[in-house]
């Protein structure tokens, strides 16, 4: 945006020149040559913003449905059960977001969902009706009795391009709402609840103020007594059915960029979406030139892929040039449009049904090691780690042991030092092998001068 700031060759006293003042309609066109090429910028992008906005800005209310805390004890049993619990999950809480004419429904199998509404009442009676009918539920397993979800709304403006919903302030606050809220409650915004408080129907109070994650504003949390109300529930009876697919091991691979919801707030959605189609720009092209057998751009900025389990160093390889490539990039340009990325990879057996890869164990691991790395991290399972060690390809360190969500045990963590080059990564490998070697033949002369004959 053209303002005071970038205006400093003009020294005579003029106007500032932002959308505050822009010349209105039928005003007569400035004298001065520079003055109208700023003005008639500043009403381009004016206009820009205007087609944007009417083009793929939607005030929605987006809601966010997960059983993520609820679902810890279920990944615990075995890898088949929770598949087949949270694909009933989904069967049971769809039907009812379409019932309530829902615009946009995520597409997934795993614990979350995210749905948009067009109108915010539609977005409570959804919320009341999916609570009530999960209570109601009867799970195909024992140990999901207690498979209960938080739900958070917002109201605000999403960006809803071709199908897809794109990332957004919205989208990330309603998340952060969701976050806050226990199994079993359903927490609101401000702009959701002051669209609601007028609704008798609705018993809402207010919760708490909260510094949530990434966005630099406090926000005021309002709580959604659903059990107050009555509501007549439609179920069906789904079915889970069977974990169908094949089995096969592979290098699994999560990238997510670091403080997305921080940029958004900042930058504003649309050029915080431009930043993430550069990142994507970047990204893919070299997953898919290292040889990743699937690819998934999930919601927001998170990507995961799969790579062949013989050749697991694809993956890491795939890692360390994404990392550069995103350094040569931020160091050309201002800090606030840098974009910088966490990385985790693991190794271990993936379940494809049709085109689909199956939530498992081995990738809530994969995602966990993701989840602990810091920006511009490359970050390795154990299971990883040790095979790559035997093949001496990078300088790797020890990070910590962490507890993660879905896993049992606690995992131990490594790190790729991939500050270097290319070149520099190979002859480091090269000379620790002819050191080994030294070392192989030294101890051999000694064992023959101790055993002569």
Known sequence: MLD??????HKKKQPVLDERNLRKPGEKQPEDPMTAKLYAALEAGRRSEKIYREKFV???????IDVSESSKELWLIDEETPVLVLREFQQVVRPVLQRHNATYISNSEGPQVVVC????????EAALEVQHILMAWDPPHEGAKHLIPSIGIHLGDVVYDRGELQQS???NLAKRVQTEAKPGQVFLSKPIYNALCKNERYPIRFARTTQVKNIPVPQDLYLFNWADVIVEVEHEAPSGGTVEGYRERH???????????????TLGDRMGNELIKDYRNI????LQKHGATYLESGEGDQVMACFPGKQPYRAVDAAIEIQALLFRRNSVLDAKKHVRAAIGVHIGDVVRRRKEIVQTVELGIGKGVQGVAQA??????????????EEDRYDMRFVDTFKMKGVEEPQDVYKVIWHRTERQLRENADRRKIER???RLTKMGEETKQDPA
């Open 251 to 265: 290098a699994i691979f999560y990238i997510d960029v670091s403080e997305s919801s921080k940029k958004f707030w």
């Open 58 to 64: 939607r005030k929605w209310a987006n809601m966010f």
């Open 437 to 439: 070697g030294l070392m």
């Open 4 to 9: 005071e700031r970038n205006l400093s060759i």
């Open 376 to 389: 511009d991290d490359i970050y390795l399972s154990k299971a990883l780690y040790e095979i790559l060690e």
């Open 283 to 286: 990204v893919e092209p070299v």
């Open 117 to 124: 509404f067009e109108k915010p009442e539609e977005a409570a």
């Open 169 to 171: 302030n919205a989208c």
